[in-house]
């Protein structure tokens, strides 16, 4: 059985990254000899963020893609198998620490190196006494490092741990639903950038999110399986305010929402001289959305045709977005996401350029403290789910 699972879930990989080039933003991929097909979305002819790769026989792989390979974690479940595994992804293959749960409920734990699990490596075990079973290289490593929790309602999650609770960066995937967060916890909730991803058929491929204590507050990205985008205002994790949505062709149509619905899908459209639109306000003071003769979405507050106070901006180009204060139209202080799953939290100088406090994270190496400088925490992850950590001075190690 875990034969079976290695070879689908290493060929799910070599399906979704290898297939060829899709045309567009979306694309399904399918190989003619077994019927797979790979959902997901591309930029620059790369895949990026969110997908899954499903199966003939039903089985499917969740995985997330920066710049064409799978990082983070892989989640495979269905088909003839029947059983659950989650584990970690590094560099297009399967490293580190993950869990299978087989249909009879018996939990199997392993550990990978370049997709191959390694028998000398045996993750302790252990349950707690509200039914939670942990698997870890060391018991401590929930109270400040990386960690597999399986729930009593089956639900898992993988990443890291800080005082027995899920903090900082990792991955929950609920068992009866199918989905999957993956990104920033604190206190044991989501909390920060993130990702929700959905399985085949949903309303949702995936959202991308600012969370603060579990909710989502500020403009929601929602991409679907029929190639839209949906820029949506939230207020306690519902839908509400004035949005839009992105057609697969690229036409951009203003929705108002409230409590989660649309109550208004025909908007005023102002335009002014340079070709931009805005819907909400004329451009030159309220808030509202705008759209540029270029394609890019600003929603927000706006002075004089440029974002005044807080605002987003999504680029359509290259799926990169970004919210948070802004001063004559340039982003003083708040969050930059690019499509590969790279983001920073902090402050910027003339408009989107890291500058002072701030944290940044790729899937390779993280940096909390000063920009501009470069001085503070800069961490380097490592294939097998642990980093290593130096301080840096003016950019150089400090030895």
């Not at 190496?365 to 130096?390: A, N, V």
Request: proline letters at 1%; charged letters at 25%; a positive charge.
């Amino acid at each position: 059985m875990m034969k079976r699972w290695k070879f689908m879930t290493a060929a799910a990989i070599a399906l979704g990254l290898a297939v060829g080039t899709p045309a567009g933003t979306y694309a399904y991929v399918s190989k003619s000899d077994d019927g797979s097909k790979n959902i997901g979305s591309w930029v620059s002819g790369e895949q990026q963020g969110p997908g899954m790769v499903v199966f003939e026989d039903g089985t499917t792989v969740c995985l997330f893609c920066s710049n064409n390979k799978a990082e983070g974690t892989m989640i495979t479940y269905g088909g003839e198998i029947g059983s659950i595994s989650v584990g970690m992804c590094y560099n297009n293959k399967q490293n580190g620490m993950g869990v299978t749960i087989q249909k009879d409920g018996t939990r199997k734990s392993y550990f990978c190196e370049d997709n191959n699990i390694k028998k000398n490596i045996v993750l302790k075990s252990w349950m707690t006494s509200d039914k939670v079973q942990f698997y870890a290289k060391e018991k401590t490593d929930i109270e400040d490092g990386k960690a597999i929790a399986v729930y009593p309602s089956g639900d898992i999650y993988i990443g890291d741990f800080k005082d027995g609770k899920r903090d900082g960066w990792g991955t929950y995937f609920w068992n009866s639903q199918k989905i999957w967060y993956m990104g920033e916890f604190k206190d044991g909730v989501k909390d920060g950038v993130g990702y929700m991803a959905y399985p085949e058929g949903g309303e949702y491929l995936y959202k991308s999110a600012v969370w603060t204590k579990d909710k989502c507050q500020d403009i929601v990205f929602y991409y679907t399986e029929d190639d839209d985008i949906y820029l949506v205002p939230n207020k306690d994790s519902k839908d509400h305010g004035l949005g839009v949505k992105i057609k697969a062709d690229g036409t951009v149509v203003f929705l108002e929402y409230k409590n989660g619905k649309v109550t208004n899908a025909k908007q005023d459209v102002y335009a002014d001289k340079a070709g931009n639109r805005y819907a909400g306000t004329d451009g030159k003071k309220g808030s509202g959305v705008k759209v540029t003769k270029k394609g890019e979405i600003q929603i927000g507050s706006f002075k004089d045709g440029r974002l005044e106070g807080q605002g987003f901006i999504y680029s359509a180009d290259s799926m990169a977005r970004e919210e948070g204060t802004y001063k004559g139209g340039g982003l003083l202080e708040g969050v930059s996401i690019k499509a590969n799953g790279t983001y920073y939290k902090g402050t910027f100088e003339r408009g989107n350029v890291l500058y002072g406090k701030g944290f940044y994270r790729s899937f390779r190496e993280s940096m909390e403290g000063t920009f501009g400088d470069y001085t503070g925490i800069h961490r380097i992850f490592l294939k097998d789910g642990s980093s290593t950590t130096d301080v840096l001075i003016d950019g150089k190690v400090k030895r």
